[in-house]
């Protein structure tokens, strides 16, 4: 496993060496460079691409507010200083944490806990939708059409009619545009005037396909493509 490259800039050398002391203890954890000077650590830091960062704020030349506004790639940031008022202005910079000097390393443990649950945090992934759905307007209403209910539409000018197992819902919107708001995988346009819904066909030949006993007459144009995509099944 890689190591946790950490890089450190304090206008107090005897800063420093508290926190490679802290991160000495630390196995997963590396010093890969360290700066008392924030205008040339700017370089340093571009050249290493640290893992994690501790800046002291209050530095002559460059405050380390400065020196993380100054980053373009930032790293992971733990900000160190006297001073408790510059905590606001360091976490406006989505600072991981701050460290008031002296630092104990009980409190460090604690930034450094809050760094490692971060980074090694998996984002939740998002549950399917289980009845993925549309909207559209009908009857002076919007209504939720499931996509699963969806036998096929049928264009009249510039209406599409929604063919269900129950209903029929019929919205002024164009075949065409009626077909962008549907899912591909799911979704077949047969004919200049007529979409259909992959799962529901019943039948086919090279001239018409079925659904639910209705024949949908196969557009010349639509028919090649149609027969790949039904036959690649």
Request: glycine content about 4%; hydrophobic content about 45%; proline content about 7%.
């Amino acid at each position: 496993m890689n190591k946790i490259r950490c890089f450190i800039v304090d206008d107090e050398p005897l800063a420093i060496k508290v926190i490679e002391q802290h991160l000495s203890k630390l196995s997963q954890f590396e010093v890969c460079g360290t700066s008392t000077k924030p205008v040339e650590a700017l370089a340093q830091i571009k050249m290493l691409a640290p893992d994690l960062l501790f800046v002291d704020i209050e530095m002559p030349e460059l405050t380390g507010i400065e020196l993380i506004a100054t980053l373009q790639n930032k790293p992971s940031v733990i900000l160190t200083t006297a001073y408790r008022e510059y905590a606001v202005e360091g976490f406006d910079l989505n600072a991981m944490d701050y460290l008031v000097k002296p630092i104990p390393f009980a409190r460090f443990l604690k930034a450094i806990e809050k760094f490692l649950e971060k980074r090694f945090s998996t984002p939740p992934t998002p549950a399917p939708d289980a009845d993925p759905c549309i909207f559209v307007k009908a009857d002076r209403k919007t209504i939720r059409i499931p996509l699963d209910d969806i036998l096929f539409a049928e264009g009249i000018k510039d209406y599409t009619r929604i063919v269900l197992p129950a209903q029929k819902v019929l919205t002024k919107v164009s075949i065409g545009n009626f077909f962008k708001e549907l899912p591909e995988d799911r979704f077949i346009r047969v004919h200049k005037s007529f979409i259909v819904a992959r799962n529901k066909i019943t039948a086919f030949t090279a001239l018409d396909v079925e659904i639910n006993g209705v024949e949908i007459p196969i557009g010349r144009q639509y028919r090649d493509a149609f027969l790949k995509q039904v036959e690649a099944k």
